[in-house]
Nanobody, 127 residues
Framework: QVQLVESGGGSVQAGGSLRLSCAAS????????MGWFRQAPGKERERVAT???????RHADSVTGRFTISKDNAKNTLYLQMNDLKPEDTAMYYC?????????????????????WGQGTQVTISS
C-alpha cells in the first residue's frame, strides 16, 4: 500500500493562494491514478482533481480555472495549486492514490478507484 503525506494547508483570506503537496512512498507497483478530494463538515466527500500516469488531468467544475493538479514523478510528489480561494473551498483535503490498472481504464474519476489515502490537510478560507 502507498503511504501518502499531505502538507501545505492553512488559513488564508478569500482571493489568496495555497499549494498543497502530497509525498508518496512505500509502493512497489505502479500508481495509475492520483487525486485530491475534499470534505467539508456535514458534506459528502467530493473529487477536486485527478491525474493519471500519463499526466491527463481532470478538475471539478467548481475549481476549474482556479486550481491546478500536477505531479513530479522524480520526487514522487503530487501538488494542488489553489488560486483565487473562496470560503466554499474550506474543507479537509485528502490526497489519494490508485494502484489498479482498471482504475486507470475507468478514468481515475471516482473515489472508489483509489486504494490509498493520506490523513488530510485542513484548508480554511475566510471572507
Amino acid at each position: 500500500q502507498v503511504q501518502l503525506v499531505e502538507s501545505g494547508g492553512g488559513s488564508v483570506q478569500a482571493g489568496g493562494s495555497l499549494r498543497l503537496s502530497c509525498a508518496a512512498s512505500g509502493y512497489g507497483s505502479s500508481i495509475y491514478c492520483m487525486g485530491w478530494f475534499r470534505q467539508a463538515p456535514g458534506k459528502e466527500r467530493e473529487r477536486v482533481a485527478t491525474i493519471d500516469r500519463d499526466s491527463n488531468t481532470r478538475h471539478a467544475d467548481s475549481v476549474t480555472g482556479r486550481f491546478t493538479i500536477s505531479k513530479d514523478n522524480a520526487k514522487n510528489t503530487l501538488y494542488l495549486q489553489m488560486n483565487d480561494l473562496k470560503p466554499e473551498d474550506t474543507a479537509m483535503y485528502y490526497c489519494a492514490a490508485g494502484t489498479r490498472r482498471t482504475s486507470w481504464y475507468r478514468g481515475c474519476a471516482a473515489a472508489v478507484e483509489y486504494d490509498s489515502w493520506g490523513q488530510g490537510t485542513q484548508v480554511t478560507i475566510s471572507s
